[in-house]
């Protein structure tokens, strides 16, 4: 579901295999004013990734096909994505899960349920980077 803001304003891939989190996170983020585009799973994520630049990937880490702990090892392995910022979520909030996801290689690793502005404050600094 993409959906034009500015044609400066940063690009953001949602990728969750829950549709009512896509559809949250959709609304947050296109209300903060970012372009967005969404994937039900790391596959189609990274299609996506491979067709058109992004400005930024934020991540659900268990889903089908091909999660998102996998998803940022393919990011960080490919020459020209290997840069891209990628925000992880999960419900997963154990020291080990976070770890594993950071170390993986994800530059945020937010655990759910978070509060929008949290998100926001994430995507908004990487960005700014």
Do not use: C, W
Not at 18 to 26: N, P, S, T
């Amino acid at each position: 579901m993409p959906e034009a803001t500015t044609p400066d304003a940063p690009r953001v891939l949602v990728v969750d295999d829950d549709e009512k989190i896509r559809r949250i996170l959709h609304a947050n983020l296109s209300n903060a004013g970012y372009t967005i585009e969404t994937a039900t799973n790391g596959a189609e994520a990274m299609r996506l990734l491979m067709q058109a630049p992004f400005d930024l990937v934020v991540a659900d880490v268990e889903m089908p096909e091909l999660d998102g702990l996998a998803l940022v090892a393919l990011v960080r392995a490919d020459k020209v994505l290997q840069n891209l910022p990628v925000v992880l979520l999960s419900a997963h909030d154990s020291d080990d899960d976070m770890m594993k996801g950071l170390l993986q290689g994800a530059d945020i690793y937010l655990t759910k349920p978070f509060h929008p502005t949290e998100l926001l404050t994430a995507v908004s600094r990487l960005l700014s980077e």
